[in-house]
């Protein structure tokens, strides 16, 4: 019994420690670009957009409006940065490895102008990244979402954590995988006892 409990708490621990964690240039070299703009991630992945100069933003949009904002998506509100990095970076959750994510940059025409990006993209199809950076060359308009800043992800400054959960593809944290650990760790103590 105690062995079984001891097997469950190690496999428990790995399944939660295997998550990875992708880096999101945003604007680097004065460049209006995702680097990358195409991202894979699985199920308990994060991604964390870093901020270059001088503002810019992430928000999630759908396939068929790719600058404007997907009720209940992503928003990290504009992060600025007068020389090198942000302090303040935004990570995602993901939660659904099939559900892609567009996201696009919300500063003036940078969505436009090509700034924008997906989250696990389909392999085959027509929703492409090069089709969602076409329709945004084609937009009427670059809008910002009206949702409070750290929606969907969370915010973070250095170790200071600040954000709200989302109701979106992506949450602020994954509490399956706090739990997941929770659990682990006391099967893994009355193991020892």
Same mark, same amino acid.
Request: charged share 20%.
């Given at each position: 019994m105690r062995f079984s409990l001891f097997t469950a708490a190690t496999a428990a621990l790995a399944g939660s420690a295997a998550a990875v964690d992708h880096l999101v240039v945003v604007g680097n070299n004065s460049k209006l670009i995702f680097e990358p703009a195409n991202i894979t991630a699985a199920e308990g992945?994060? %991604?964390?957009?870093?901020?270059?100069? &001088?503002?810019?933003? %992430?928000?999630?949009?759908?396939?068929? &409006?790719?600058?404007?904002?997907?009720?209940?998506?992503f928003w990290s509100g504009f992060i600025p940065s007068e020389k090198g990095a942000a302090a303040t970076t935004f990570m995602v959750n993901i939660t659904n490895a099939s559900q892609p994510l567009w996201f696009y940059c919300s500063r003036a025409e940078h969505c436009q102008d090509g700034m924008v990006g997906v989250i696990n993209a389909p392999t085959s199809g027509q929703k492409t990244l090069a089709a969602f950076m076409k329709a945004a060359a084609n937009a009427t308009n670059n809008t910002s979402p009206v949702t409070t800043a750290g929606a969907g992800g969370m915010l973070m400054n250095g170790t200071t954590m600040n954000g709200t959960a989302g109701t979106g593809a992506a949450s602020m944290m994954s509490a399956s995988n706090y739990a997941l650990g929770t659990v682990a760790i006391g099967m893994l103590a009355s193991f020892m006892l």
């Open positions: 992945d994060t %991604v964390t957009f870093k901020f270059w100069p &001088k503002s810019h933003s %992430v928000a999630q949009a759908a396939f068929a &409006k790719p600058c404007e904002p997907m009720q209940d998506g």
